[in-house]
Each structure stands twice: as C-alpha cells, then as structure tokens.
C-alpha cells in the first residue's frame, strides 16, 4: 500500500494569514505517461462528508475560492490557504489515486488562532 | 449534478452482516467506478473498494475476504456487504463516486454518510 503521512496533525492561523499543510507519499504518485501526480485534497467539516479542494496535484476544483492552492511531485505536496477564513476550519486529506487501494493521509485539523 | 445517497440500518451485532445501499440520482451508473469508503468516529478515511458496470471490482485487501460490492444497474443503485462485523467496523460508511473512466481518479461525489454502529 501506499502510504500517505500529512503533517502537522493540526494547525492554528490567524483569520487573513496563510496555512500550509505537507502530504508526503510512500512512494511516487507521478505517473510518467502522462506527467500527472494522482493527488486530490479534501476538505471535511463537522458532520458532513469531504469535499474535493484540489485535484492532480494543484488543479482546483470547479466553485473552490482561488485563496486554496496545491503544489508538489512526485512524493511531496503542499496544499495552501493564503487568505485564512473562518469557513476555512476543516480537517483536510490528502489522498493517493495512483494505484489501489486508493490510501489517505491521517488529515490535518486546521483552526482559527 | 450527480447525487448519491446511502442507506441501511445503523445498528449491526457483532458476527452478523452489514448491508448498505446508495442510490445514484442525477446521472447514470454507467461508465463510473462507484466506491464504498468508511470513516470510525474521530478517525481517517479507509478505502473500502469500488465496482464498475463491467463487473471490474477491486477491495481493499484489508477488508478483501468479507465485503463484497454489487450494482443493480436497472434501479441505478450499488450495495455493499460485509460480513462478520466486530466493534472495529463501527463507522460512518459513505458511497462514492470516482470521476473519469479509469478508476484512476479523485471522488467527486459523496453521499452524505450512514453511522453504523456494532453492538449487541
């Protein structure tokens, strides 16, 4: 299995500050044909199921605010809130689709400070 | 825009089989590989395994000798089974979608979770 380890397991900014989090993988998740990493970040609140933030690595998705970026190749990636919001709190996953069985980071609780 | 929602009892005894199932609206079951993924309270996310039209299915290998993904394409829903449940297997247990063909993609659509609780 591929393993996925996301650090820091929570962070606190302050509303207006940037939050970074690091997903590192056990192995490659660039998959050399196509030059894609096959990574997606989720965004989950309380009671609710994850939302997809970014996708291939540092693709956004469809209606997610452009203060949410992703980075990173092959082993390590980085999602970034720059701009904190306060509907930003979230724990955040990252999660490996290069091969099966698709894996996920332990995720991230982020918090306003 | 496709929505999915999961359904089943949320109450299961230890040794017997939990059966969930997730209705697809808004878009076919056709051409997708529809996922089973469960979450224990205050933890991560486990893949559980996915099923696709075709019949190509794959399962975490973790869980591989006693789950077991069927879709019923003409109501356009898919089920899942596990079998032999303990206290371990209580989690929120979501369907969802992975977007693209290949099986080789992110999930873009989740149902909203079913808690199923194992307790006698």
């Known amino acids: 299995d591929i393993v996925m380890t996301q650090s820091p397991e929570s962070l606190a900014v302050s509303l207006g500050e940037r939050a970074t989090i690091n997903c590192k993988s056990s192995q490659s998740i660039l998959y050399g044909s196509n030059n894609k990493n096959y990574l997606a970040w989720y965004q989950q609140k309380p009671g609710q199921p994850p939302k997809v933030v970014i996708h291939w690595a540092s693709t956004r998705e469809s209606g997610v605010p452009d203060r949410f970026s992703g980075s990173g190749s092959g082993t390590d990636f980085t999602l970034t809130i720059t701009s904190l919001q306060a509907e930003d709190v979230a724990v955040y996953y990252c999660q490996q689709y290069y091969a099966t069985p698709y894996t996920f980071g332990q995720g991230t609780k982020l918090d306003i400070q | 825009q496709v929505q999915l929602q999961d359904s089943g009892p949320g109450l299961v005894k230890p040794s017997e089989t939990l059966s969930l199932t997730c209705t697809v609206s808004g878009g076919s079951i056709f051409g997708y590989y529809w996922n089973w993924i469960r979450q224990p309270p205050g933890k991560g996310l486990e893949w559980i395994g996915y099923m696709h039209h075709t019949g190509n299915t794959d399962y975490n290998p973790s869980l591989r000798s006693r789950v077991a993904i069927l879709l019923d394409t003409s109501n356009n829903q898919f089920s899942l089974t596990l079998t032999s449940v303990t206290a371990a297997d209580t989690a929120v247990y979501y369907c969802?979608?992975?977007?693209?063909?290949?099986?080789?993609?992110?999930?873009?659509?989740w149902g909203q979770g079913t808690l199923v609780t194992v307790s006698s």
């Open positions: 969802a979608r992975v977007t693209g063909e290949s099986g080789y993609s992110y999930f873009d659509s």
